[in-house]
């Protein structure tokens, strides 16, 4: 745990406008209702540059926003080693990301751990599906995968974050 009393944690993608952007809003969201949302600072980046200071998606968005989720004026950027140092979990969302997280960060302290560690209980999925050469229905299936997610997520931090 960070040495303020706030944990920070960090999803990661590719491009950082659909799949992590999507992870921070929703869980967010999660810690919210968990009452949790003063005690954990909430990010995400993305390991490639292509679309630094790009909103999200806007096919991922219309997923949110289907799905009762709002934005939150999130502009994209990309993982840097120091984010090693400023979070203590980050959370990559497929393994192509877990590789590229575990080469940018190699030798800091924070926690690497996938996103699949906390998918519902017989979901058959190894890894957040890259939508973004998908259609409508991929969105809104990578919204569901990470709003089903979460709450085992959010009670493992309350639980004196033991991740
Ligand atoms: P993300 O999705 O990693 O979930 O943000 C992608 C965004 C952009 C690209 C690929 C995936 N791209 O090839 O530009």
Redesign the pocket.
């Known amino acids: 745990m960070h040495s303020s009393s706030q944990l920070r944690i960090l999803f990661v ?9 999507a992870a921070e809003i929703v869980c967010r969201t999660a810690l919210k209702r968990a009452e949790l949302a003063g005690r954990v600072l909430v990010d995400s980046c ?1 390991t ?1 540059s ?2 630094v200071g790009s909103k999200p ?1 806007s096919r ?1 968005l219309a997923a949110l926003n289907r799905a009762g989720f709002g934005y939150d004026g999130h502009r ?1 950027r990309q993982l840097k080693q120091s984010d090693g140092m400023h979070f203590d979990l980050v959370i990559p ?1 497929d393994a192509e ?1 877990l590789r590229d997280v575990q080469r940018v960060l190699h030798g800091s302290t924070a926690k690497v751990l996938p996103m699949s560690r906390w998918f519902p209980t017989g979901c058959t999925l190894q890894e957040v599906p ?4 998908g259609e409508e229905a991929d969105f809104d299936a990578v919204v569901r995968l990470l709003a089903d997610s979460m709450p085992q997520l959010v009670e493992e931090l309350r639980a004196g974050i033991s991740v």
Not at 13 to 21: K, Q
Not at 130 to 133: A, F, L, R, S, T
């Open positions: 993608c590719l491009g950082n406008i659909c799949r992590s952007p993305g490639a292509y679309h998606d991922m994209a969302q990301n890259d939508p973004y050469y």
